[in-house]
């Protein structure tokens, strides 16, 4: 069955760094679309970035782009999110997606961004 395992959350300040992991299993990693969504409390749920099977294409929500990266080892079926110049905007808790099917979620991350 499709697992997804997040770490890397943690206590930051604002303008500090914190890199995301999430490793996958029970599908074929990497033919498959990846994402990375979030969800501040009171707020609806939101995909950050996307990082494409084989195309290795990237997409990243405007709020985040040129300070986040997502990247994908697919030797070790993991995929990253590298957080820089963080924002208290940006505590949220992460999770790592995959659309196999129906869509899957890990069980989150919790990112907290102080000022």
């Known amino acids: 069955q499709v697992q997804l395992v997040e770490s890397g959350g943690g206590l930051v300040q604002a303008g500090g760094s914190l890199r995301l992991s999430c490793v996958a299993s029970?599908?074929?990693?990497?033919?498959?679309?990846m994402s990375w969504y979030r969800q501040a409390p009171g707020k609806e749920r939101e995909l950050v970035a996307t990082?494409?099977?084989?195309?290795?294409?990237?997409n990243y929500a405007e709020s985040v782009k040129g300070r986040f990266t997502i990247s994908r080892d697919d030797a070790k079926r993991t995929l990253n999110l590298q957080m820089n110049s963080l924002k208290v905007d940006d505590t949220a808790v992460y999770y790592c997606?995959?659309?196999?099917?129906?869509?899957?979620w890990g069980q989150g991350t919790q990112v907290t961004v102080s000022s």
């Open positions: 997606s995959v659309l196999v099917g129906r869509r899957y």
């Open positions: 029970g599908f074929n990693f990497r033919y498959y679309a």
């Open positions: 990082s494409t099977g084989l195309g290795r294409v990237t």
